[in-house]
């Protein structure tokens, strides 16, 4: 059964603090990682899409990187604007229902 | 009107009742999606529609029965629920099943009594 693990469940962070967010995957055969930003009381964002490990993907102060394990979404320089919860999921290849096993999320507080 | 819209977003309902939560999407999408969000859980998949048809039931309880009479609406359909039911209720849509990029609703917050 395909696993997805994130880590640290909570981060807080100052303005300007860098740092990343981990999600770690077992999966038969990826056929796709993706991330989404979910704001409180609001529906999933999706984010991005990864393929294959050594992949990465930018949008503004968010960089998703991804290897044959785990997945890194690093927020450089955040703001707070950036306070959310980012959910990860994966998508296996062999699985004929292309369903989405998503972890239980990280949720990220940016301090001006 | 753009995007995956749900109603009503807040919901309070007794054990006997019976309800229903609404999805509409706009974006020409042919796979619709309910998925449940407890707290610090990942989101759960209950059903799934693929050009209308029933593709998926992740073992769901009877008590909730979903319905797609088109490709742009979904419903789900409530009834003789448990307290622990009590979860946000997100619709989403996709152009096609095989995708992993989901456009969600913001959701329908359900409280069972």
């Known amino acids: 059964e395909d696993q997805v693990t994130q880590s640290p469940e909570a981060l807080r962070l100052q303005e300007g603090e860098s740092s990343s967010l981990n999600c770690s995957y077992t999966?038969?055969?990826?056929?796709?990682l993706f991330w989404y930003r979910q704001d409180p009381g609001k529906g999933p964002e999706f984010l991005f899409t990864l393929y294959s490990a050594g992949e990465e993907k930018e949008k503004e102060r968010l960089k998703a990187t991804l290897t044959k394990k785990e997945s890194f979404l690093h927020i450089t320089a955040p703001k707070p604007e950036d306070s959310a919860t980012y959910l990860c999921a994966v998508q296996a290849v062999w699985s004929n229902d292309y369903k989405l096993s998503f972890g239980a999320g990280t949720t990220v507080t940016v301090r001006a | 009107e753009t995007g995956v819209t749900q109603t009503p977003r807040h919901l309070v309902m007794g054990m006997t009742n019976k309800k229903s939560l609404k999805c509409e999407q706009h974006?020409?999408?042919?796979?619709m999606y309910w998925y449940k969000q407890s707290a610090k859980k990942p989101l759960e998949l209950m059903f799934v529609y693929s050009l209308e048809e029933r593709v998926e039931n992740n073992s769901v309880p009877s008590r909730f029965s979903p319905e797609c009479p088109n490709s742009s609406h979904l419903f789900l359909h409530l009834h003789t629920l448990q307290p622990e039911d009590s979860a946000l209720y997100l619709c989403?849509?996709?152009?096609?099943?095989?995708?992993?990029?989901?456009?969600f609703g913001e959701g329908s917050r359900l409280t069972v009594l």
């Open positions: 999966v038969s055969g990826l056929r796709g």
């Open positions: 974006l020409g999408h042919n796979a």
């Open positions: 989403a849509s996709s152009l096609y099943r095989d995708t992993g990029e989901l456009f």
